[in-house]
């Protein structure tokens, strides 16, 4: 079974618990498309059997078209009208019920993806995924999945009426039949292929957009909106170019059906009317016949448009099922067991990594540190600082060696468990949309207000948020955006604060604040740091004197390791580091006794 059709059937397992919507809208849209069916058959008796009938007076006439057309209107308010009404409600409530968890299980599973998946993909591209094509997917329930049981159900009782009329002028309207079966399938794989492509280019337009929006600030900085502009009308093009090719498909695929469906009826009425002048027809069972073509190719020139949107639907999963069905890379073993109460030892084992096998960004790394050790990791950009302190809490697998937390490897706990027990704090504060105690709470969702309250002072954060006019209730904006770079990481660190990890990781968080946010912030780390197992990386050397141990990095391995005052006294590379960043005018013995203390 190919894969396009096993990913069908996947989705038919998100549809099967509201096939009972299904049901319903499909015999809502039998009685839609059956009840007008009675018209032609009525006209038929009315030509034939009443308005020709010598032997019935006007008076008699007279009753039996106003019997039958006052019955057909009351058929039609007490019977077609509600139906009607129950097809869209229903085949609309199945559609958003059976895509509702999809959208679900998509999230659920992006969710969990490990950070490469995050690295290869931008976030608009994701994002268009789960809204985009999950929309597409939603099509082929609201009209695919219900429209083909009521036009299959229309066909067939129209050709009873057609047989019931005169069986041969019936063979010669579904001669067309195999013609419109051949541009069903000609088209229909075409179109999805197309499709396919449209939609792609879709997620790349649009990672590329949030990215630049996300960016604009830089964007503005750089004077780059012109460039922006061409690079976005270049992608637009493209998207251009491939959605013409779609429309040219859908199109073609149109045409065919819809000639055919305009030249069959008169094929059939060439052929009737012959009939009717070789009296082996009336003229009621012609005009009944005629009358009963609009109908029947109704559902033929339906099921191409279906074609199109189903097609289209099936790109669409495709694209949603390669998400789920793509393995995270980090995920719980089979036999993983929850990591009990941490110390905070943490250790790394001849360590190897890398983005990629042959490109390792660490090679060989090796250290010990003790529960509550504060752990400096210094070093030139590239080196593979963030890289490492990125591997405790297990965001990557090393390829070779070990990460343990008090003995116990890292990749044979639980992912959760392991987390539970570690904040970060990155010199990028990141922020979610909504209000500062929403944020506040993340680390913590069950924190007390109290509890809440006491993290911020802990960080430094509570006098600038009484200050704000809705205190911790104040909408923090898209990113933080309407909260400065020092109120966002004093809320960074409440977080960290109400969390009470045992293992702080604090990627540069002071390096890109002024002077007088950096004392806060730096004051508020030596109270968060106390009594954890702290990994800090700082660009400023002046703010990791305090560290028990300083790890100097340098292509991916530690060359140096020591105290502060160990490695400036060893005149090695960390000497070199601190006479870079605070000059030769200071002397070093000056350096070590004024700094180190």
Not at 342 to 369: C, I, K, M, N, T
Not at 425 to 454: C, H, K, M, W
Not at 482 to 500: D, V
Not at 563 to 582: D, P, T
Request: aromatic share 10%; with cysteine.
């Amino acid at each position: 079974m190919s894969q396009h059709r096993t990913n069908f059937f996947r989705f038919l397992r998100y549809v099967l618990p509201y096939k009972k919507y299904i049901v319903l809208a499909a015999l809502g849209g039998m009685v839609k498309f059956t009840v007008p069916l009675l018209f032609p058959k009525l006209t038929q008796h009315l030509i034939d059997e009443v308005f020709g009938n010598a032997a019935l007076t006007p008076a008699e006439k007279t009753r039996e078209l106003l019997t039958l057309s006052g019955g057909l209107i009351a058929l039609y308010l007490v019977v077609y009208a509600p139906w009607t009404y129950q097809r869209h409600y229903f085949a609309g409530k199945a559609g958003h019920r059976s895509v509702f968890d999809l959208r679900c299980d998509l999230y659920y599973r992006i969710l969990r993806m490990s950070h490469s998946f995050f690295s290869r993909n931008k976030s608009g591209a994701i994002v268009s995924r789960l809204i985009s094509d999950i929309q597409l997917a939603q099509n082929l329930v609201g009209s695919a999945l219900t429209n083909v049981w009521m036009d299959a159900c229309a066909l067939i009782v129209l050709l009873w009426f057609l047989i019931s009329i005169d069986p041969p002028t019936t063979a010669v309207a579904l001669a067309t039949m195999p013609l419109y079966l051949y541009f069903f399938k000609k088209f229909g794989r075409k179109i999805k292929s197309a499709s396919y492509d449209v939609q792609q280019e879709i997620a790349t337009m649009s990672g590329n957009a949030n990215e630049k929006i996300a960016g604009s600030t830089i964007v503005h900085a750089f004077t780059q909106e012109a460039r922006e502009e061409k690079a976005f009308l270049r992608e637009s093009e493209k998207l251009f170019l491939k959605v013409m090719r779609t429309i040219t498909l859908q199109g073609m695929n149109i045409t065919c059906m819809s000639t055919l469906t305009n030249i069959a009826p008169v094929i059939v009425m060439l052929y009737a009317g012959m009939r009717v002048i070789g009296e082996r027809m009336t003229g009621g069972e012609l005009v009944a016949v005629l009358m009963y073509l609009g109908p029947l190719y109704l559902p033929l020139q339906r099921f191409s448009e279906l074609n199109v949107i189903f097609a289209n639907s099936m790109a669409a999963i495709d694209r949603i099922f390669e998400i789920i069905d793509e393995k995270p890379e980090i995920a719980d073993r089979p036999n993983a067991a929850a990591l009990p109460d941490v110390r905070g030892r943490v250790e790394f084992q001849d360590v190897v990594f890398g983005y990629h096998d042959d490109q390792p960004v660490l090679r060989g790394v090796s250290f010990v540190a003790e529960a509550g050790a504060k752990v400096a990791l210094v070093g030139r950009s590239g080196s593979g600082k963030s890289t490492l302190i990125s591997l405790i809490p297990r965001f990557y697998d090393v390829h070779s060696g070990a990460v343990r937390i008090d003995g116990h490897d890292v990749r044979e706990v639980k992912v959760k468990s392991l987390r539970q027990h570690i904040a970060v704090v990155l010199q990028d504060p990141i922020l979610f949309s909504g209000t500062i105690v929403d944020n506040i709470r993340y680390g913590r969702p069950e924190a007390s207000d109290e509890e809440v309250l006491r993290a911020c002072r802990d960080a430094n954060a509570l006098d600038f948020i009484h200050e704000l006019p809705d205190g911790l209730n104040t909408e923090v904006g898209e990113r933080g955006g309407f909260l400065s770079g020092g109120q966002r990481q004093r809320i960074t660190l409440a977080r960290a604060f109400l969390k009470n990890p045992r293992i702080l990781l604090l990627d540069e968080p002071t390096s890109a604040l002024d002077s007088e946010s950096e004392h806060l912030i730096q004051d508020a780390l030596e109270r968060l740091m106390k009594g954890r197992t702290t990994f800090i990386i700082a660009h400023r050397l002046s703010t990791i004197t305090g560290a028990d141990t300083v790890l100097v990095m340098e292509d991916g391995r530690i060359v140096e390791a020591g105290s502060h005052r160990e490695l400036l006294l060893a005149g090695g590379i960390y000497r070199q580091l601190c006479e870079q960043q605070y000059g030769f005018a200071r002397q070093s013995i000056e350096f070590i006794s004024g700094i180190a203390g």
